[in-house]
């Protein structure tokens, strides 16, 4: 925060952009110092035990980490310049503060603030202010940065009524900046619409559908970051989790929350959050789809309480000389009413046995005796009380119930009554059933039904926030399974109908969210783009009709003639595709090469042979490699200046049915930052005409 003095406006005005440089300088001099104050902490007077010294030597020790000062990342890039004085500190004044905005706060040696952190109340304005709602802005400086350096600076008079609109070259480019290596935040960019989603309530759940290029990804770890820092001790506590549909994509967002000061964000697949068997076996399409299905929890909470029986016989405690008699029909009445409480069985078959030795102690003060909490679980420990619950309650195991429900055909029957049909039936058992659980060819969907069936047995941990993105992919067992990391917490949602390549991919946001258990969620539809060039995301739009017929398309704000190209070639495509990359690599930031994942070993033998290095999607670029080799499975989420786009046709007969094949070639087409490139032999898909 800070008032302008004569001086300072004076030499604003006779050397604006020194100033700026010189209160950057003197910002990243007191960031050091903020550094240095923490590192140079003396915690051996301070600690207690061992235990509460690691504890706090671990904290030092993120502090140090998020005040680290990152030569290429501008320290600020936004000021305020507000008509009236916003602290106490100032309201007696007749002029107004400023602010500059940045990614963390930093304060000078007095503790006066130098940068506000971006998600600070006082620089909401820098996001929302406008010449029709200036929120008390005066003025707002954007800054431009090249390799760390202050370089430009551009400034709107939101209250001046004669100064007329116009769009902001500044923020043109860094949206356009060339992306060389892993995803960076949008910090400097966020649009109104975004910032929305963004300083959404920590309570809510929100669900963004966003088409491509819309920033639906950027959106979401930005909102991750906003509410760390609004509800920093509340998700300490319960922690906030990001899942992504593959490593290679987690790699490629990794440096984003880090870059604006959050370090404690854990990262998962949903297949790394189910990981309760090693996943060796595949399924058909078909297979896995009705594994899918939201009817196999039915299913599984049946086989879990398969093997509850009514007890038949008396329990009979023999205490010293007495021995105390729980009739069988008072035990029933016991097992029928835990049975009747829905609590998990886990839960329930630790409560038996108390529940037991409390109807033994009620005998026993019956009979003149005083037995106290000790007595009731030394007879809950009884070996007599042990053998009831095993015989009426016994222990399941999830991973061997998985494996004896797609063993046991007769038991698959008795738990899928009434739920699936014969055929389904007999499409989820294995034609060779393994021996055991522990050879079992285990696949990514048997894998979420051993998750489920952990959940039926003992509740699973819950978040304070989950963000899930191309959420459009998962099947209802897959959004159950996100949805108990955050029962008792709120999630955001990020997706696009259209790109949904699954065969279980979801029809509707409505459908997805009570799957997750978030019914009633508030839905945001994205469709600006600022990524993919107006002329490329018409073209892919052709595809929406056959895709998604209740989408509306996306604009871009990006007109680039020329952006897209389209070459037939009828012989030598491989030789055209290599001529193709090297055009791409003429220009500066990422090129990605896309193809249809049969297409990749061809393609990844003749870039060898010509001698272009490429590299695996998620991999950071270099300087001496900036090719990607991306098979279209792992296309999704990832963004490149510019794409070559291998034999269309061959991605969309690579996929299960025709649908999802326009769908993954959808996905394909909108990768691009700067250019698309597509090169085909066969035809084009009749839906690009």
């Not at 009620?362 to 037995?371: D, I, L, T």
């Not at 309650?393 to 738990?415: G, I």
């Amino acid at each position: 925060m800070h008032s302008p003095t004569p001086t300072e406006t004076a030499d604003a005005a006779t050397d604006p952009l020194g100033r700026e440089r010189s209160h950057l300088a003197a910002s990243r001099a007191a960031l050091t110092a903020m550094r240095e104050d923490v590192e140079a902490l003396d915690l051996r007077d301070v600690t207690g035990t061992w235990v509460s010294a690691q504890v706090l030597q671990k904290q030092v020790d993120e502090r140090i980490k998020a005040l680290a000062d990152l030569a290429h990342t501008p320290l600020f890039f936004g000021r305020l310049d507000y008509l009236h004085a916003i602290s106490e500190a100032e309201s007696e004044g007749s002029g107004g503060e400023r602010f500059y905005i940045g990614r963390r706060h930093v304060h000078d040696a007095g503790g006066d603030p130098m940068v506000i952190d971006w998600r600070a109340p006082v620089s909401q304005p820098f996001y929302r202010a406008s010449r029709t709602e200036p929120m008390d802005v005066a003025k707002r400086r954007r800054f431009g940065y090249t390799g760390g350096e202050l370089t430009a600076y551009e400034d709107e008079n939101l209250s001046d009524p004669d100064e007329s609109d116009s769009r902001s070259a500044l923020l043109a480019a860094e949206i356009e900046k060339p992306r060389v290596g892993p995803m960076r935040d949008i910090v400097a960019t966020i649009q109104p619409e975004q910032d929305e989603i963004v300083r959404a309530d920590v309570t809510g759940t929100v669900c963004v559908q966003g088409a491509p290029g819309t920033g639906k990804t950027a959106v979401g770890l930005h909102r991750v970051a906003y509410l760390l820092y609004a509800h920093r001790e509340r998700l300490a506590r319960t922690g906030t989790l990001v899942v992504g549909p593959n490593r290679s994509f987690l790699q490629y967002i990794e440096q984003v929350l880090p870059a604006l000061g959050e370090l404690d964000v854990a990262q998962a697949t949903v297949q790394e959050l189910v990981g309760h068997v090693e996943v060796r076996g595949t399924d058909t399409a078909g297979t896995a789809r009705i594994k899918g299905d939201a009817r196999m929890a039915a299913v599984l909470r049946n086989a879990v309480r398969a093997g509850i029986t009514l007890p038949a016989e008396p329990c009979v405690v023999v205490r010293g000389s007495r021995r105390w008699r729980v009739p069988a029909y008072e035990l029933e009445e016991i097992v029928r009413e835990l049975m009747g409480r829905e609590i998990r069985y886990g839960a329930a078959l630790e409560a038996l046995p108390q529940r037991i030795a409390h109807a033994v102690l009620v005998k026993m003060e019956q009979g003149g005796e005083a037995p106290d909490d000790r007595v009731q679980d030394a007879v809950a420990r009884n070996a007599a009380v042990k053998a009831t619950v095993k015989a009426c309650w016994p222990a399941v195991d999830p991973v061997k119930l998985v494996h004896r429900l797609l063993s046991d055909a007769e038991f698959l029957a008795t738990a899928a009554d009434g739920l699936l049909d014969a055929d389904e039936q007999a499409a989820l058992l294995w034609a060779k059933p393994p021996r055991s659980a522990r050879t079992a060819p285990w696949s990514a969907a048997d894998a979420v039904l051993i998750d489920e069936a952990a959940d039926l047995v003992h509740r699973t941990p819950s978040l304070g926030h989950v963000v899930v993105d191309e959420a459009q992919d998962l099947s209802p067992m897959q959004y159950r399974a996100v949805g108990r990391r955050c029962t008792t917490g709120s999630a955001t949602v990020l997706g696009d109908l259209a790109q949904g390549t699954t065969p279980w991919a979801t029809g509707s946001w409505q459908e997805a969210l009570h799957h997750l258990g978030k019914d009633g969620a508030h839905v945001e539809e994205l469709t600006q783009g600022f990524r993919v060039p107006g002329e490329v995301i018409a073209y892919a739009s052709r595809l929406l009709p056959a895709i998604a017929p209740g989408l509306a398309p996306a604009t871009s704000i990006r007109d680039l003639p020329g952006s897209l190209a389209l070459r037939h070639v009828p012989d030598g495509l491989d030789a055209a595709v290599l001529d193709a990359c090297r055009e791409a690599l003429d220009h500066e930031g990422s090129v990605g090469l896309i193809a249809a994942d049969a297409r990749i070993p061809a393609l990844a033998a003749a870039l060898t042979a010509a001698g272009l290095p490429y590299l695996d999607p998620g991999t950071e670029t270099t300087a001496d490699a900036r090719l990607t080799l991306v098979p279209a499975s792992l296309a999704k989420g990832l963004e490149y200046d510019y794409v070559v786009l291998d034999e269309p046709a061959a991605i969309v007969t690579g996929e299960p049915d025709h649908r999802t094949g326009l769908r993954r070639l959808y996905v394909s087409l909108t990768r691009a930052v700067s250019g698309l490139t597509v090169l085909h032999a066969e035809p084009l898909p009749a839906e690009l005409d």
